[in-house]
């Protein structure tokens, strides 16, 4: 802890002592007095239950020690006092919140949102940057075991699909994705191209290199 800190929480350490040390001598009675009252209010309660006259002295001596032990009206001391350690009191409260806040902040670093980076790749950038060719083959499947179509690329980006009736043509992969599977199907996964060695690389995992390279932006 900062030493500045250790030396401010002394001064209010020693500043409650003296207000505590007021506090402890403005008690009424003594522990020796108290047990003194007990044992005369005791007597006078048997001497009433016998049905005694209670001596006056007796009765003098319970009206000095009651008061004694009654707490005195406060003064202008003491209501500054108090005004003080209200205000002493509000400051910590104020001051404990704050450390409270900050001790959870560095327990758990505030999570900044960092944007997404989205590119908008398309095949037409592929072919320009040599990462596809309009000569590379392609196909489509998008159930294990399924057909398999094959599949080309234009020089402007559009796809053309090998179907029972012929060559059509299709304005992305993932029209023609929709078309053969007559449901929404994401393009790039589910078309792969088939490398020269015979394995297959998915025009997803060809666009990552693509960004990856430093080339989109």
Known sequence: MDENIKVHLAAIEQWLAGHRANVQLAQGLSSDERKQLHVVNKSIQQLSGLGVSIPDELRQLKLQLSAKDTVRPTTEGTQASLAEVAELTSALSKLAQTAKTIHNQLRTPSKVPVAKRRYK?????????????????????????????????????????????????????????????????????????????????????????????????
């Open 121 to 217: 790749v398309t095949l037409e950038d592929l072919i320009q940057s040599g990462h596809l060719s309009t000569d590379d083959k392609l196909e489509f499947s998008w159930q294990k075991g399924g057909s398999v179509f094959e599949g080309k690329v234009n020089i402007d980006g559009s796809v053309m699909v090998k179907m029972l009736s012929g060559w059509k043509q299709f304005e992305s992969l993932s029209a023609a994705a929709m078309d053969i599977g007559e449901c929404s199907l994401n393009g790039w996964l589910h078309w792969r191209r088939v490398n020269t060695d015979g394995s297959r690389t998915t025009l997803k995992d060809i666009r990552a290199k693509f960004i990856n390279e430093g080339v989109a932006v």
